[in-house]
């Protein structure tokens, strides 16, 4: 069953973000983008709920639920600003 839950995520993450994990666009609450890692069916940094997860947002330094971007709909500049602004890595 965790193998089912684990899949439908990756299918929702790639339907959504262009991606299957990894370093994902996100976009919070309030409108800040920014790169997060995002693997499924785990949560390091975040608590998971479906495709949103609860997670410090770096560029307003406020808790917020995040979902996924699909980088090919944002401008170049949009992009940019999100590859500048990155969560806290993991070691």
Known sequence: ???VVVAAEAALLRARSGRLGGDVV???GQGHLFTTLWIPGASVKSLRLGL???QR???GGHWS????VREAELSPAEAAVAHSRHDLHVP
């Not at 639920?65 to 996924?68: E, H, N, S």
Request: glycine share 6%; hydrophobic share 50%.
């Open 1 to 3: 069953m965790a193998g």
């Open 52 to 54: 949103w997860r609860l």
């Open 57 to 59: 947002c770096p560029v």
């Open 26 to 28: 996100v976009r919070c």
């Open 65 to 68: 639920l995040v979902t996924p």
